[in-house]
């Protein structure tokens, strides 16, 4: 099975890495722009990312899963604000950042002085977005594919999820993951802009951010992002 999954993540670096040298600077196109809330990190994200996915599956002839690593999502965005505010959280450590998209938040834990970075994401295009992510920054992650939420051991110090969340089928797979990793003694902090899935009591508040918002079809230009840890 890991085959099929690594042929995958490497065929969307291929395509990634052709629409970066690609010309042209149309809201359908990658560009390299650094994060509102964190600055530090620059990442490849597309104008428009609905018109990027539609280009790009015309072009590919199939459906592909929508580019969520092609925004910067407000969860991410406070997780790794706090760790670049507080680096102590991840230097040293062993860090995995779970569905990370971007690569957001596992480039903030190396620039942090994490000593080892794993991001996951189910998503090739995602894996692969990591990858010319951590370039750009100059960082090293080891961007890893396939579903981690059935599994009990991160091998991790620290596991970080932001805005991993945004539905209740998700969250009802993530939560008890997360619980698992904490009782395993993973310290687990998670980014969360309150879209209504978290149940009361079971993450406490560790800070709270005021982050500009940059995701599509989101009405307020600020969202109030919670940093949070297992109860």
């Given at each position: 099975?890991?085959?099929?999954?690594?042929?995958?993540?490497?065929?969307?670096?291929?395509?990634?890495?052709?629409?970066?040298?690609?010309?042209g600077d149309g809201l359908d196109r990658l560009r390299l722009a650094p994060t509102p809330f964190v600055p530090e990190v620059r990442l490849h994200v597309a104008e428009?990312?609905?018109?990027?996915?539609?280009?790009?599956?015309?072009?590919?002839g199939h459906r592909l899963p929508p580019p969520y690593w092609a925004s910067v999502w407000a969860g991410g965005q406070a997780l790794a604000r706090h760790l670049l505010d507080h680096p102590d959280l991840a230097a040293g450590r062993r860090v995995l950042d779970l569905a990370a998209g971007s690569?957001?938040?596992?480039?903030?834990?190396?620039?942090?002085?994490?000593?080892?970075?794993t991001a996951n994401d189910i998503d090739p295009y995602a894996v692969a977005a990591v990858t010319v992510n951590a370039r750009a920054n100059r960082v090293r992650v080891a961007a890893t594919g396939g579903d981690l939420l059935d599994t009990v051991a991160t091998g991790a110090d620290?596991?970080?999820?932001?805005?991993?969340?945004?539905?209740?089928?998700?969250?009802?797979?993530?939560?008890?993951?997360?619980?698992?990793?904490?009782?395993?003694?993973?310290?687990?902090?998670?980014?969360?802009?309150?879209?209504?899935?978290?149940?009361?009591?079971?993450?406490?508040?560790?800070a709270s951010y005021p982050?500009?918002?940059?995701?599509?079809?989101?009405?307020s230009p600020v969202r109030r992002v919670q940093v949070l840890r297992p109860a």
């Open positions: 099975m890991l085959a099929p999954v690594r042929d995958a993540a490497v065929a969307a670096l291929s395509e990634l890495e052709r629409e970066i040298g690609a010309p428009d990312p609905i018109l990027w996915w539609a280009r790009m599956e015309a072009y590919a690569g957001l938040v596992a480039i903030a834990a190396a620039l942090a002085g994490a000593e080892q970075v620290l596991l970080l999820a932001g805005d991993v969340l945004y539905d209740r089928a998700l969250a009802d797979r993530v939560l008890p993951f997360l619980a698992r990793a904490a009782a395993n003694g993973t310290e687990v902090l998670v980014g969360d802009p309150d879209r209504g899935h978290l149940p009361p009591g079971r993450l406490a508040v560790v982050v500009p918002t940059t995701e599509p079809a989101v009405d």
